[in-house]
């Protein structure tokens, strides 16, 4: 049943984003994956993938930031693919965005890519949803950190970026799944929704090869409850109330 008190449309700065039918609405943590800074320019990527596109949210804001990329988005959800596929189709980068409604395993790519980005099904317990495309959207059985990363590590380029966003509590699996997978993490940013709570979630940044974590932290909210510059910052480009 359709819930019409949800927001079907959600506008940003240079494009909007239909909800209508996918089972994953935009939200905070799509936003932050696709502004955060995983590779500035200069060194500006060519080939960008988004693992689990949704309504193609991350993909478009790639597209935004890097003008030069082609950008391929997978989808297993058949509705949510049809619905990124219009989104992508009223924006104004439709000839850069590719969605492919397919597992992420049986995905072939032409070339590997710089940057991949995900923001993938998190939910390790609990009740899983008796409706199979939000289910499909939120637990971890539908993608297993093990198995994005094992194909992360299929379609990456070599000297190419990882970056995800998952709850706090999954930075040990995650790490661990990674390091079999041939993935290290090189870059973190605890989130937090305002000073004095606990992290919620982890961006993280991963690849192929060992070296040193670069490690800060951001804050939504300040504690009065006002955006925090940092965050205004980040997102700035995106938000029309920024």
């Known amino acids: 049943m359709r819930n019409p008190d949800r927001e079907t449309i959600f506008r ?12 994953m609405k935009v939200g905070t943590d799509g936003v932050l994956l ?3 800074d995983v590779m500035p320019s200069p060194n500006a990527p060519l080939r960008v993938l988004d693992i689990g596109t949704g309504t193609g949210l991350i993909a478009l804001m790639m597209a935004q930031r890097y003008p030069d990329a082609a950008i391929d988005a997978v989808e297993i959800d058949s509705v949510a693919a049809d619905e990124a596929e219009m989104n992508v189709a009223a924006s104004p980068w439709r000839e850069r965005i590719k969605v492919h409604c397919c597992n992420i395993v049986d995905f072939v790519a032409k070339r590997k890519y710089d940057i991949i980005v995900s923001n993938p099904p998190f939910f390790t317990d609990g009740i899983v949803s008796t409706n199979n495309s939000r289910a499909i959207a939120r637990h971890t059985e539908t993608l297993p950190f093990g198995l994005l990363m094992t194909n992360v590590t299929r379609l990456l380029a070599d000297s190419g970026v990882f970056a995800m966003i998952s709850p706090a509590e999954s930075i040990d699996i995650l790490e661990t799944e990674a390091c079999v997978a041939g993935l290290y993490l090189c870059k973190r940013c605890n989130v937090f929704t305002k000073p004095g709570k ?7 940044l991963w690849k192929k090869e ?9 804050f939504i909210h300040t504690a009065d409850g006002a955006y925090s510059e940092e965050y205004t910052r980040l997102t ?4 029309l109330k920024f």
Do not use: Q
């Open 12 to 23: 940003f700065k240079h494009f909007s984003v239909a909800n209508r039918h996918s089972a």
């Open 34 to 36: 696709g502004a955060w």
């Open 198 to 204: 606990p992290c919620r979630r982890i961006l993280t």
């Open 210 to 218: 060992i070296g040193a974590v670069d490690e800060d932290n951001l």
């Open 236 to 239: 700035g480009d995106f938000y």
